[in-house]
């Protein structure tokens, strides 16, 4: 198998009687701003109050209705949880090795677009916090820094690739991402049309940005996110460009005629995933699969892991949750290909439910795109050392000591499934 748990190479996950750790998870040398997150809904919270408004709806919002964002969540809270009690946990380790590399924690940093418009360098910061806390990031193919410099801060970083329509420009874009150095590529496959967020028309967001009245005023009136990411942005590196769609730049982030290509991927097949299999030389991942027999499919043609995701409820709204078809998609494919998950996770016990239903990995997107716009790098880190915490205490709750002894044993299901 491609993964396992490893309790030699884990990373101590320090515990509420580490020296240092004050009570309730606040621990010494976080920044001010800070010290009144003590969870993911937390840094949420904060990013409403700094972000202007079209930038916070962007990153929160949803498809037409929201239905698949709040199932998404519904899911995790309807299973429940059985702890197994008087266990020795006292040598709990959540350290997982995933396509040949041990990482600290089960969970990793999901692709999210245009970030660097919302925190300062945003890809850099949340690809550099993962490398320091031992876990992986995802860089989005929509990102507004090149692949380049991304994976010079962080070697170990993932790429997220949305496929041109045309072949050539897609050969391009592979090339160039496999010059870069990125040995794991992650093709997102539920995206053939863009979606209708109807919420980006509300709070007057598109790509690019148009320049108006309205958007001034919106910036103005976060002036912490005017000066330490807009402006110094602007000052130190330019109008931001979508750097990574294809082999070349493309277009400015502000613009008032500027025109992002995104057409064409309406056509695309399994067959082109087969081409790129057969070319590219490192670990390749679908995401976006919700069916047993399109996870199959990516087994079949030689797909080193899949993500069962529903794009977080930003593409078609009504989409299963994740969480229910997770497995069923795991007994369909067994250990041909490595099933990872994301949409919805914010805790550490979402985090074991997903382990549990036969997930390896999981990844969590919208969390740590609030904690690189409200605290940078640090910010990224804490929220990291937030989610680890959470996951190191339901383990020792639960009576787990490793990854590997969790299992659907700690869930009780009946209403999850047949309620």
């Not at 800070?34 to 949803?62: M, T, W």
């Not at 962080?154 to 990125?182: K, N, S």
């Not at 979508?242 to 290509?261: I, K, Q, W, Y």
């Not at 995701?309 to 290909?337: F, M, W």
Request: glycine letters at 10%; a positive charge; proline letters at 5%.
């Amino acid at each position: 198998m491609a993964i396992q748990a490893d309790n030699a190479d884990a990373r101590a996950v320090p515990t509420a009687e580490t020296p240092g750790q004050a009570a309730y998870g606040v621990k010494k040398g976080i920044p001010r701003r800070l010290r009144k997150v003590l969870s993911l809904a937390d840094f949420e919270v904060a990013a409403r109050e700094h972000l202007p408004r079209p930038l916070f709806g962007y990153i929160s919002g949803a498809a037409e209705d929201g239905v698949s964002l709040a199932a998404n969540r519904t899911a995790f809270e309807e299973l429940k949880l059985r702890p197994r009690v008087l266990v020795d946990v006292s040598r709990r380790s959540q350290a997982t090795t995933l396509f040949g590399k041990t990482y600290s924690s089960p969970f990793g940093i999901a692709p999210v677009g245009i970030s660097a418009i919302s925190a300062y360098r945003g890809d850099v910061a949340m690809a550099a916090a993962a490398r320091d806390e031992n876990i992986p990031a995802i860089m989005s193919g929509s990102s507004l820094i090149s692949m380049e410099a991304v994976h010079a801060a962080a070697p170990g970083t993932w790429f997220q690739a949305y496929l041109p329509g045309d072949a050539t420009r897609r050969e391009a874009l592979i090339e160039r991402i496999e010059a870069t150095g990125f040995s794991t590529l992650v093709i997102t496959v539920d995206i053939p049309v863009w979606a209708n967020r109807e919420n980006n028309v509300r709070t007057g967001f598109s790509l690019p940005l148009r320049p108006s009245l309205r958007l001034a005023i919106d910036g103005i009136s976060r002036p912490r996110w005017l000066f330490e990411t807009f402006l110094r942005t602007l000052a130190c590196h330019g109008m931001p460009h979508f750097e990574n769609s294809f082999a070349t730049r493309g277009a400015p982030m502000l613009s008032a005629s500027a025109v992002r290509d995104t057409t064409g991927r309406d056509h695309l097949g399994w067959s082109d995933i087969a081409r790129i299999r057969e070319r590219w030389p490192g670990n390749l991942v679908i995401k976006g699969i919700l069916r047993t027999d399109d996870a199959q499919r990516a087994a079949a043609i030689g797909a080193d892991g899949i993500i069962v995701s529903n794009h977080g409820g930003r593409q078609l709204d009504g989409a299963v949750e994740p969480l229910r078809v997770l497995s069923d998609i795991c007994a369909a494919v067994g250990d041909k290909t490595v099933v990872m998950m994301d949409s919805g996770i914010r805790r550490g016990g979402d985090v074991l439910k997903a382990l549990a239903l036969g997930a390896k990995f999981v990844f969590v997107g919208r969390p740590f795109m609030y904690a690189a716009a409200v605290g940078g790098l640090p910010g990224v880190r804490h929220a990291i050392e937030l989610l680890r915490d959470e996951v190191d205490r339901n383990m020792a709750m639960l009576g787990a000591t490793s990854i590997a002894d969790v299992n659907g044993e700690f869930l009780w299901v009946f209403a999850f499934f047949c309620g």
